[in-house]
């Protein structure tokens, strides 16, 4: 009885890992989050992330949109934009568990006034 229930699991487990996919793509590429000069300083890289988990089709948790992760990220550093943004979106399912995140990265600028 345990020698066929371990079985079944394995059974289980080996097509759940057969059933599984990842994708990573890149959503977006912009020069800048706003109208930059050319004189500005330069406060350093920023990333972030958000994501939605999924258990089932039930939504565990949600994703924050892209725009408020951009705005949280220039009012944590103190910038007035961002400059050479990335946007990537990372997906993953493992038969009943799923995953989506958006991956954010840029520059922080001030620009001088």
Known sequence: ????????????????????????????????????????????????????YRYLIIP????DPTYELIDKMIKEKGADALVGVVVEDRSAEYGVYASSCTIVKGLAVKISK
């Open 60 to 63: 565990v948790f949600t994703k």
């Open 1 to 52: 009885m345990v020698r066929s229930f371990r079985s079944l699991c394995c059974l289980v487990l080996v097509l759940l890992s057969l059933a599984s996919c990842m994708m990573r793509r890149p959503a977006g590429i912009a020069p800048s989050t706003g109208p930059v000069t050319s004189a500005y300083t330069a406060l350093g890289l920023v990333e972030d992330t958000t994501c939605n």
